[in-house]
T-cell receptor, first 114, second 113 residues
Framework: KAGVTQTPRYLIKTRGQQVTLSCSPI?????VSWYQQTPGQGLQFLFE???????NKGNFPGRFSGRQFSNSRSEMNVSTLELGDSALYLC?????????????FGPGTRLTVL | DQQVKQNSPSLSVQEGRISILNCDYT??????FLWYKKYPAEGPTFLIS?????DKNEDGRFTVFLNKSAKHLSLHIVPSQPGDSAVYFC????????????FGTGTRLTIIP
């Protein structure tokens, strides 16, 4: 069974631009979560989607948004990029709920904001 | 406010010896704890977990201990192998309304052959 895939793997943007990252979960998984990883901060939870609805949300500004499609694929959008948004963005999928099901992570998208 | 803390950024252990990775948490609402391992250029991989109703869980060479009164958990790897060299993240989650995973900042484990 194919794992979680994320595209693109690397991205360079400039301040003020916007970016969209994509995540395809493991087949049959309906929950998709997004995390930001920065040096010294570990992984910080952005949001979780299930059945095209945002179910949980972390403490990030409104510039960070996401959505999920009917096939469970998810996108994350960051508008008006700031230098501090440079990070590894990780997507994780689970069967139904991140509360009881193991999360499987993709390799991440490395975003660099110049 | 770092609710899950891994105070050792790095740890070096001789091959064959025991590796002990530590994690502290502050939120008493956390009731489930996990360890993830991460290799460079890959996403974190689930390793082992423990519920707050237990104080120990074993899976092969990996054992996780939970001390609820001290709000402390540890991961023991015995014996340590070169392939164990990776960054280890501790994570915690709570009940409904607090389901999101809260991660520590990670500990880089290096196994010396």
């Amino acid at each position: 069974k194919a794992g979680v895939t994320q595209t693109p793997r690397y991205l360079i943007k400039t301040r003020g631009q916007q970016v969209t990252l994509s995540c395809s979960p493991i087949s049959g998984h309906r929950s998709v979560s997004w995390y930001q990883q920065t040096p010294g901060q570990g992984l910080q939870f952005l949001f979780e989607y299930f059945s095209e609805t945002q179910r949980n949300k972390g403490n990030f500004p409104g510039r960070f948004s996401g959505r999920q499609f009917s096939n469970s694929r998810s996108e994350m959008n960051v508008s008006t990029l700031e230098l501090g948004d440079s990070a590894l963005y990780l997507c994780a999928s689970s069967l139904a709920t991140m509360r009881t099901d193991t999360q499987y992570f993709g390799p991440g998208t490395r975003l660099t904001v110049l | 406010d770092q609710q899950v803390k891994q105070n050792s950024p790095s740890l070096s252990v001789q091959e064959g010896r025991i590796s002990i990775l530590n994690c502290d948490y502050t939120n008493s609402m956390f009731d489930y704890f996990l360890w993830y391992k991460k290799y460079p250029a890959e996403g974190p991989t689930f390793l082992i977990s423990i519920s707050s109703i237990k104080d120990k869980n074993e899976d092969g060479r990996f054992t996780v201990f939970l001390n609820k009164s001290a709000k402390h958990l540890s991961l023991h790897i015995v014996p340590s192998q070169p392939g164990d060299s990776a960054v280890y993240f501790c994570a915690a989650r709570g009940d409904f309304g607090n389901e999101k995973l809260t991660f520590g900042t990670g500990t880089r484990l290096t196994i010396i052959p």
